[in-house]
Nanobody
Framework: QVQLVESGGGLVQAGGSLRLSCAAS????????MGWFRQTPGKEREFAAA????????RYSDSVKGRFTISRDNAKNTVFLQMNRLKPEDTAVYYC???????????????????WGQGTQVTVSS
């Protein structure tokens, strides 16, 4: 079983930055593919970014590409989401997700991920 704990959410003005962290335990972190998803009330959880176990590949949704960067530190069992030039429409609960290893494939479908954190709120004011 994999446990995921997100941190780093908060309130920020439009144009600002936040860095989310997700600490993982319960499995060898370097064998896990990791993703970030987000969800607003009444909407489905949507993909934001993903990274393969050894950082070979990353993927981003069109809505965050060029503003967000996903990275990981396998020595610290942590994945990050650096969010720059934030917009009010980025307001959501952000979830960290993990999946058993595929070295080259970083899926965007939430059903491909087996493990989820509890989420952290990000609010961007205009």
């Amino acid at each position: 079983q994999v446990q995921l704990v997100e941190s780093g959410g908060g309130l920020v003005q439009a144009g600002g930055s936040l860095r989310l962290s997700c600490a993982a335990s319960g499995r060898t972190f370097s064998t896990l593919g990791m993703g970030w998803f987000r969800q607003t009330p009444g909407k489905e959880r949507e993909f934001a970014a993903a990274i393969t176990p050894r950082s070979i590949n990353t993927r981003y949704s069109d809505s965050v590409k060029g503003r967000f960067t996903i990275s990981r530190d396998n020595a610290k069992n942590t994945v990050f989401l650096q969010m720059n030039r934030l917009k009010p429409e980025d307001t959501a609960v952000y979830y960290c997700a993990a999946r058993d290893a595929d070295w080259f494939y970083a899926p965007t479908d939430r059903n491909e991920y087996q493990y989820w954190g509890q989420g952290t709120q990000v609010t961007v004011s205009s």
